[in-house]
């Protein structure tokens, strides 16, 4: 039955689809870390709806939310208009921000794509500033939208496109492992944000008034990169200096992934705005755009969008929000890390072929190397996508689902659910050891 499914689904669906081409599954059923396909065979999905399932599959907490709407008759989209639900969810957001943006910020419903939110983000901060150019850093994602693919990074993907949009300039992420100066030795991140200042400052690099600068604070699909915390420091300081709204994506590090509500929260900054989508929405369609109240000029109308209102959405992403302070999900979170951490950095004792194993909180990759070939000006063997899909392939043939990402997808990336426990924490690191050990055999 599955294979009639999945030709079905080869024959018919687009070729821009990825994840059925590494994981060739039909999922039936799902619940907590587990997913379960036709033919009965369960898999750990760490792969968690690309991090958007915060509290894992259909979770008591948003399915009794979801069925709680349905129940009530509350009106599943209402556009912008007000609910009793929907003004919980934006009280319920608006307290788990800083104090500094508590009582003031201004929340944008965009959607619901991240995609979309990062496009509002955009246009916000383009009104309030009069700025036109964007920064934005190599490496980065933030959509498959023109305008975002524009300020992604990632210029294999895009190079056929161009161009996209004029006027995003990239700058050098603090990529410590792949040190983009060369440099290495602790000196990426202090040569990057004087990099930035030295150009913002120079009046003739064409780019002096930006409209803002955007960032992941762990660059996720490009390959789980964590910025240095004093850079972030650095760099808030060198944007609020020149008025320069730093804009963080937090779309897939936000709402307790990294172990803290929001990523920036590990460094002490505040950004100007936040970018939220997948957790935010308790596993449902949602994204929002969280700012300073004075950047708000824009006109009524300016960022406009169907599915706004999506109630059920609200009702998720509510349910989830409470759930995780009640449960002290956080600390779950900073738990687990620790245990994949620890097993991860002994496996990278173990095995050459694992070459860096970084990340914050519950997102978590482990860049695949070739000690086979030659080294880069750091020392450091080159990366090793081929190596990285069969162990990806191996995961998935002993029952865990990992994606991949970076530079060659050379990244294993763990994304699962922040409600994992200590055994299926150590389940998963069993699975990812045999496979590892098998790929390279
Ligand atoms: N920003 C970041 C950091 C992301 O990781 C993603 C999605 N992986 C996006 C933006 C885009 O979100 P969406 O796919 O919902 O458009």
């Not at 694992?354 to 086979?372: C, H, K, S």
């Amino acid at each position: 039955v599955q294979s009639d499914y999945l030709k079905l689904q080869n024959e018919k669906e687009s070729n821009a689809r990825s994840y059925p081409r590494h994981f060739p599954l039909v999922i039936s059923k799902a619940k907590g870390i587990t997913v379960t396909d036709t033919e009965g065979r369960n898999y750990y999905d760490c792969l968690a709806g690309a991090g958007t399932l915060a509290l894992g599959h259909n979770h008591e907490t948003v399915t009794d939310a979801i069925r709680g709407v349905l129940d009530q008759q509350i009106p599943l989209h209402t556009l912008d208009l007000a609910t009793p639900l929907k003004l919980a969810f934006m009280q319920e957001l608006l307290s788990i921000l800083p104090n500094e943006l508590k009582d003031t910020a201004k929340i944008q419903f965009c959607g619901p794509t991240g995609a979309d939110a990062v496009e509002a983000a955009i246009k916000l901060v383009k009104n309030a500033t009069g700025g036109k150019s964007i920064l934005a850093f190599q490496g980065s994602y933030h959509g498959s939208t023109q305008a975002t693919m524009a300020m992604s990074g990632n210029l294999s993907k895009k190079q056929h496109l161009q161009s996209l949009l004029p006027d995003v300039h990239f700058l050098p992420f603090p990529y410590e492992y792949r040190c983009p100066f060369g440099m290495g030795e602790g000196m990426t991140a202090k040569l990057s944000a004087q990099y930035i200042e030295n150009l913002l400052d120079d009046c003739e690099s064409g780019i002096a008034l930006p409209c803002g600068i955007i960032l992941e604070t762990v660059q996720g699909e490009g390959g789980v990169i964590p910025a240095d915390l004093e850079w972030l420091r650095q760099l808030r300081r060198i944007t609020s200096e020149r008025g320069i709204p730093l804009i963080i994506d937090e779309v897939q590090t936000g709402i307790g992934r990294t172990g803290r509500m929001f990523s920036f929260e590990h460094a002490g900054i505040v950004p100007d705005v936040i970018i939220c989508s997948k957790a935010v929405g308790g596993s449902l369609p949602m994204a929002v755009v969280i700012y300073k109240e004075e950047l708000d000029q824009w006109q009524p109308g300016a960022h406009t969008g169907t599915f706004r209102g999506n109630q059920l959405g609200m009702a998720a992403g509510l349910a989830t929000l409470r759930h995780m302070q009640e449960q002290n999900i956080l600390q779950n979170v900073q738990l687990r890390s620790g245990q994949f951490m620890h097993r991860l950095e002994q496996l990278k004792g173990q095995y050459a072929e694992v070459g860096d194993v970084r990340g914050r909180g519950l997102m978590i990759g482990v860049e695949i190397v070739d000690p086979a070939g030659p080294k880069d000006r750091l020392g450091h063997y080159l990366q090793n996508g081929a190596l990285a899909a069969s162990i990806q392939h191996e995961c998935f043939n002993n029952g865990l689902i990992v994606e991949v990402g970076g530079r060659h997808s050379a990244v294993i990336r763990f994304l699962p659910p922040l409600n994992i426990t200590e055994q299926e924490t150590a389940a998963v690191l069993g699975i990812f050891e045999k496979s590892v050990q098998a790929a390279i055999a």
